[in-house]
Each structure stands twice: as C-alpha cells, then as structure tokens.
C-alpha cells in the first residue's frame, strides 16, 4: 500500500499467480465514460507517484478487468413504497469507503423478514424495519463521509494523519481504539422466536 497526496496505491495478491490493484484518486470534475479516456485520467492522476506506481501503470492496459467508478452513496428518503422494500445497497449504500455492506445487508434482510413476520401487514413492517435501523445506517453512511482522507488524503496533513494511523493499528491493543467503533455496533435485532417461525410473513 502507498499513498501521497490526492491518491493511494494497493496491491493485493490471488490465487493462481494473479495480482488485484485498486487506485483511489481525488478528482473534481466530469468523469469519462471510455476505459483509454479512463485509463489517461488515472496516470495524469497518479504521474510521478512513487513507489511501484509507475510500473502499475505501464501495465494497466494488459490488465485482464479493468473497473472504474466513482465513489458515491445511496441516501434514500424511505426505504420502501407500496409492497415493495429494499435491503442493503439497494437502499442504504453507504459506499466502499465505510465498507461493511455484506454486513448492513445481512442485518436488513434478517430484520426485515422478523417485521414481515411480527407485523400484521407489510406497511407496518416496512415503517418498524426503517425506524429499527436507519439510525445505524446514518451513521455508518456520515462515518464514510469522513473516510475519503484515508484512501486519498488532500493533504499533507491528512496524509501524515492517514500514515501514523496505519501504522499505529499494527500494535496490539491500539487497532482496536482506532477503529473499534466502526466494527462493534451494538444493533438491536429483534428476536425471531419459534412463534414467529409458525405464523409466517404477515399472519
């Protein structure tokens, strides 16, 4: 992993001898739409980076996939309309900067169908499910906002703030104070008891 001002580098290596490299970059402006016209942003982007940076680049046209996305997030003012609800990204995206969306989808799913299930018609269980958790999903979508520094800091200060805090989550004890917050959500689920398994979605 290396990171500079306006971007970060991260090389992870695959099975069968394969090699997955993700680039975060700061960019303000239009985003093309073409993978030559994307490729031009990233080096113009990541031009004189250091690290291993100049030979990624050299090799991104040979790559087998090549994605590229802005970062962005889903806030939706309800979670659901008519008969219809939606779970995890779908409705409550809080963007790959906070990360956890398997997670905050498992939840949703899980809770919803307890609702579905408890609740004498779908209106009432969509109405329990969004109030049982858009508290935590709020948070975890403001908590992204502030992430943006950790995968492109804007400056020098971020990145020397983004650096000492990478490498003080490698002793023990402090990874925990540094980031335990965004892992251990006291989430209140409601139980799904043997009378809940009987009755069935909505009756």
């Known amino acids: 992993m290396h990171a500079e001002v306006g971007f970060q580098v991260l090389r992870v290596s695959l099975r069968d001898d394969r090699t997955l490299f993700l680039l975060s970059v700061r960019h303000d402006g239009d985003v093309p739409h073409e993978r030559d016209a ?4 990233l080096r113009s982007k990541l031009a004189g980076g250091g690290w291993e940076t100049p030979a990624i680049l050299d090799r991104m046209p040979a790559a087998a996939s090549f994605y590229f996305d802005t970062v ?13 609800a939606l779970v995890g990204d779908a409705g409550a995206c809080p963007s790959f900067l906070a990360g956890q969306g398997s997670a905050l989808a498992m939840v949703e799913a899980y809770t919803l169908a307890v609702e579905l299930a408890r609740c004498a018609d779908h209106t009432q269980a969509f109405a329990a499910y969004e109030q049982r958790l858009s508290r935590l999903v709020r948070s975890k979508q403001d908590a992204a906002l502030g992430l943006g520094a950790a995968f492109a800091p804007a400056s020098r200060l971020q990145l020397l703030v983004r650096n000492t805090a990478m490498k003080l989550v490698g002793l023990p004890g402090l990874a925990d104070l540094i980031m335990g917050r965004s892992f251990h959500d006291a989430v209140d689920l409601p139980p799904f008891t043997a009378e809940l398994r009987s009755r069935g979605p909505g009756s």
């Open 38 to 41: 994307q490729q031009r942003l």
């Open 72 to 84: 962005s997030q889903i806030r939706m003012p309800s979670w659901s309309r008519g008969r219809v």
